[in-house]
Structure formats: C-alpha cells, structure tokens
C-alpha cells in the first residue's frame, strides 16, 4: 500500500486527457511534489546504476551525461521492449548535441563522455555515442531501467491516488516498457531546464529540492494535509515544514556529506534554504517564487511538464486505469532522509 493516512477515491469523472492541463490546476502544488520525489527515486537509481557499474564513486554531473546518451540509443530501445531496433534512426547522439542540450561547453562535454567510453559504459557507433549494449543486459544498469520504470508507474499511482486528473488508456495497445522508461528520461532531463530560472547547478537543484521534498513529506502523502496545500495559492505554512539534517540528505542521494554540506551553505547565503531548528529547511520567500521547481507554485510550468511525461505513456499503451499492475519489482520505496 501506498504511504497514505487514507487512500482518496478516484473517479472516471476526474481522469482528463494530459492535453488538458488547467483540468490538473488546482493539484498543481501536489503535483510539483509527488514529480520531485519521482525525480529524486530516478536520480539516485541512476548514481546507484552507473557507480555499480564502474565500481566506484563518480563526478555528480557525469550522471546527466549518461541520460543523454542512454536516451539516444538503439540498445536502451532494444532492451526495454525486447526487439531489434531496425528500421530506426541511427543509435547515437553527438558530442556537439549533447553539450547544446545541458548548455555546456564543448570540452566539458566531451570529458564527460570520454569518461564514459573509458568506464566502458559507452561506445562511438555510426550515429554518435551510445551505451553498450552489454551493459544494459545485466548488472547494475539493467538493475537502473528496472528502478527508472518502477518510478514512473509509482509517480502515476500516486497522482491517481490523489484524484489529479490521468489520461484514459488507450484501448488494444500493447504495453512498451521502453515508452515508461523514456518518459522517465525525459523527465529527469526536462527538470535541468530550470537551470536557468534561479539554480546555479545541477548539484545546487538536486541538494535544495531534496531539503524541500524532506521537510514536507508527511504533507505530501497525508491525505487531508495534500489536497488541503494542493493548489498554486495554497502553499503549507511554515511551521508545518520540518527541518531535515544535511547527513541524511547526503546519505539518501549517495552525494559525499562534505559535498552536500558545502552546497547547503552556499544555498542558505543565496536565500533557498534556512537552518532552523537544529536542521535546514526551505526558505519561506524562495518557496513562493512560482517559477522555481522546488515550490511546485506553477501550474503552467509544473503540470505542463507531467502531462509531456502522459503524451509519451499513452502510445506505449500504459494503464492508466491500473498502474500498480505494471511494477516490473515492486512500488519503489521514498528515499530515506531520516
């Protein structure tokens, strides 16, 4: 069973096709912390993937690089949905693409990729670079395509549980593991657009959403305290939040402590985040800025984001009437940050 005090019924009525995004509005809150804690599952499976692999820790940022690359290849397509990819556009993306999409430069690109062809995650095919297909079949990176599914399908449930609005299924598709992994990826690369609108790195992103997503859990998946603080305008008060200590955010994002306590300082001097109460917590005035993602304040930017992740789901026949039915393991368990 899911973490709830009570489960909410949901009803056909309330299932809209994800185009409608002002049907989600008034869960747009809900939604931008049900999406984060998605997020969060998804980035450690891929740390947890990619360093199981090597055998070893690596830099924070080399896990986005292998998103972009994993995204881009025949072997991810081949492996999720048990089919040669033939008949598809080359298996590949270019150093060039890569660096043009994250918004870096050339060098530090290619450093990172070049990292990943040395760790033998990675190879040049015809098309550009692409993740071998030997390490998707087994091991910790096929271990990660089970983690970033099993994510997605918890990230509907929930939603559904809620009563936000989900697309009927498509009736007579077949299932596609692939279209629900992909979704993942794609979600996961979309969050680093908010680069640019107030977060200085991916790192500064992943540390301060952490914090918020810690210190309202027990809103989020309490029935009465979720939809009562669901909505853009109903932001939940202070003194409700909970303040988390920085090892436990460390330990649950597998980010050194030292690491995690450094960027925690140089977000509480920037106004993201407060220490109060032996712990830190979100600041109030950084929470309500509408265009950052840790608040989950906008519903335009936030909704509109999920509803991309449903377009993507839908041709892949996912069941939307019955998600939990999909779990290739189990329902993924929340990070631990206590």
Request: aromatic residues 6%; contains cysteine; hydrophobic residues 45%.
């Amino acid at each position: 069973m899911p973490p709830y005090s009570t489960p909410v019924g949901v009803t056909s009525a309330c299932r809209m096709p994800a185009s409608s995004v002002e049907s989600a509005a008034p869960f747009s809150r809900l939604v931008g912390r049900i999406q984060v804690e998605a997020l969060l599952n998804c980035r450690v499976a891929v740390t947890r993937g990619l360093h199981g692999h090597v055998g070893r820790a690596l830099p924070f940022d080399r896990v986005v690089y292998l998103l972009m690359v994993l995204r881009e290849s025949a072997a991810f397509r081949a492996t999720c949905t048990g089919v040669a990819a033939a008949g598809e556009r080359p298996s590949g993306i270019s150093i060039n693409a890569i660096a043009a999409s994250l918004g870096q430069p050339f060098e530090t690109a290619r450093r990172h990729v070049n990292a990943l062809i040395d760790d033998g995650v990675a190879r040049r095919g015809p098309g550009g670079v692409e993740v071998r297909p030997e390490a998707l079949a087994r091991g910790p990176l096929a271990a990660m395509l089970v983690d970033l599914h099993d994510t997605m399908i918890r990230l509907v449930e929930d939603l559904r549980t809620f009563g936000v609005p989900v697309p009927p299924p498509r009736g007579g598709v077949p299932y596609c593991r692939e279209a629900t992994i992909a979704a993942a990826l794609d979600l996961m690369l979309a969050a680093h657009e908010y680069l640019v609108q107030g977060y200085r790195s991916g790192l500064e992103m992943v540390v301060v959403n952490a914090v918020v997503a810690a210190s309202v859990r027990h809103i989020t998946f309490d029935r009465i305290l979720a939809l009562r603080y669901a909505a853009a305008d109903t932001p939940p008060p202070d003194q409700l939040r909970r303040s988390v200590a920085p090892r436990p955010i460390a330990r649950g994002l597998l980010i050194p402590y030292t690491t995690v306590r450094r960027q925690i300082e140089r977000s509480v001097a920037r106004g993201m985040l407060v220490m109060r109460d032996g712990g830190v917590r979100g600041a109030p005035a950084f929470l309500d800025q509408s265009s950052l993602m840790a608040g989950g304040a906008v519903s335009a930017a936030v909704v509109s984001r999920v509803a991309r992740a449903f377009e993507r789901l839908g041709p892949g026949g996912f069941p939307f009437d019955d998600p939990a039915s999909r779990y290739i393991g189990s329902r993924p368990a929340l990070i631990a940050f206590a």
